[in-house]
């Protein structure tokens, strides 16, 4: 039993766990459960919605970032460089710990698959993975790096990987990378209707020309049947000022039921929360790359992440702040296929306390001193 | 003694203290000091450019924030709700605290004068200001929060204020809120001339009628032989496209000696950094709004601000994360009128230390256990 804790609507609550699910929750009584909160703020647990274990540098010295200006050439800095790096399964345990440290109850996991490697980091992710599988819920992408029909075998590779375990088949820029969007989208979604898995596509374009991607995905989504199983992670082009496009292509998402990632990064525009929901559209929030060989930043940290959504929103309000939390909680948890994600009786006791009054208080402090319970186990 | 201490630049350090300053540096010799730092970084402290130590909550329970769409709005939820925000002292406190823990060691406040609260606010800070002088410099800007022209009385309270001994005299808005931009300037110049006192002006206006403001101030202070003096905080509209409006801007500034103060705020542009040093332009950072009646967000961690300002600017390499750092500590140092500020023989013993291999990796961590010394001090 854990007692004494402040939920996010204001109620100070015991709460029984039994078999790794929350049993009951009730006014708390002034009793001491096995853990005492002292009247801590508990949270439904925080969604990775997308992230890179096997590039990740976690673990490692600290190691100087060698910026490239476009995708293109990050890829093929990471192409030159990544064998260097060590073996993939000691940083992705690294990253995962944190990741649980920071309140992390769900993830899902991008890993490169293209002509040079092969399946190496997909079969060096998916052991971390089964490691992990025990403590908590983790979906692997198998994501083409480097391209599909530019990159001779890698179809077949992304086939393999849906056959050994790959949760969902990735995608990526198919215009910038591939230079062309019908080839790397009919094979995208041929691999996902073989084999009845989900997509998740990264789209870096900006607009005009992001925007016209993101409808054909969202078209192809609707005909394949496959509405609330394809995302598109980044989709800058939907920060357009051109409010008409903005408007058909989120109409054109709903319809397709196609969500949005994202990690609201700095120096871009990014998808507009707020706007993209009032027109139906699922948006939910990830990392992406931490501390690796495209970017020196990140921590693992999603509550972190949930803040500079909110800052860069414009989010001000207590309402708007919670808002921000949603996406990167019970809106993840929703895209990963996981309904009862929340502080309700039913659900995983996968959750996590921090000294807060609300959830405003704990997105605009960060308080890295964390209590952090998965499927009702302390972490 | 401070021994085993890692500097930005590699070396291994220990360094001797003396009288508040830094009286020897020399190679880590497997020493033991008074403060052994086992290897942490240790950096130049932190600096504070621009903060309302008078508008924060901090230190009070948590409050939502009711936020107005633009700055009048704010402007007039603040004039009507600050009464209910208790004596400015603790709360000033609260924050001094907050930023010295960061490890901050010299700040810069404005602080609101206006026709309906006087100098109250004014002589708050500026009593906390004076307890908290004996360990770390700091100035008051005498700031005009609801206009001078258009608020009776409020230019004889500013000359009122820098006689009691405000350190520069505010501005804001010229256009959007007095409506004036020559009669605001006028005084503004008018009374950082007859007390020889700096210039600190608020600037919120997006391009190009915020560009045309930057250059007209900027002539000014040439004309006044005030190069070195004047600081535009904000100015949103040096982000803007136009390369040519921006090039004329930024030489103007450069020419009139006219540094830029940015905290990289989340949702509108931001001067570009770089840009603006390679034309000669002094641009450091503040926090700005610390939890307060204008903002739900801050901490009062310039370390933080600096990774803010680096994300913004897209920065990723060791070298521009360094930068960042500059923006954040030194650069703020010169414009506060503190040429000695650093790591170095001969300067005020004022730094920080904390657990990284270098600043980047400080940046990108932010670790929250600092040790800081001021003066020679340890907090």
Known sequence: MITDALLADGRCVDITVQDGRIADITPH???LGETHLAGALLLPGLVEGHVHLDKTLMGLPWRPNAPAPSVRGRIEYERTHRGSLGPVQP???????????????????????????????????????????????IQIVAFPQSGITSRPGVADLLDAALSEGADLVGGLDPVTIDGDQKGHLDIVFRLAAKHGKGIDIHLHDRDPGGNAQLRDIAARSLAAGMQGHVTVSHAFS??????????????????????????????????????????????????????????PYGNGDMLERAWMIAQKQGFRSDEDLALAYEVCSTEGARMLGLPTHGIAVGAPASFVALPAESIAEAIAERPRARTVWLAGIKQ
Chains 1, 2 share one sequence.
């Open 91 to 137: 940083r992705a345990r690294a990253l995962m710990d944190r990741m649980i440290a920071a309140g992390t109850v769900a993830v899902r996991t991008h890993t490169d698959i293209d002509d040079a490697y092969g399946l190496a980091n997909f079969h060096a992710v998916l052991e971390v993975v089964q490691e992990y599988r025990a403590k908590l819920p």
């Open 238 to 295: 939907l920060g357009t000022d051109d409010a008409d496009d903005f408007a058909a292509t989120a109409d054109a998402l709903a319809k397709g039921g196609v969500a949005i990632l994202t990690s609201a990064p700095g120096p871009v525009t990014m998808p507009p929360v707020k706007p993209l929901r009032a027109r139906g559209v699922t948006i939910y929030g990830g990392n992406d790359n931490i501390r690796d060989l495209w970017s």
């Open 29 to 31: 009584a002034g009793r």
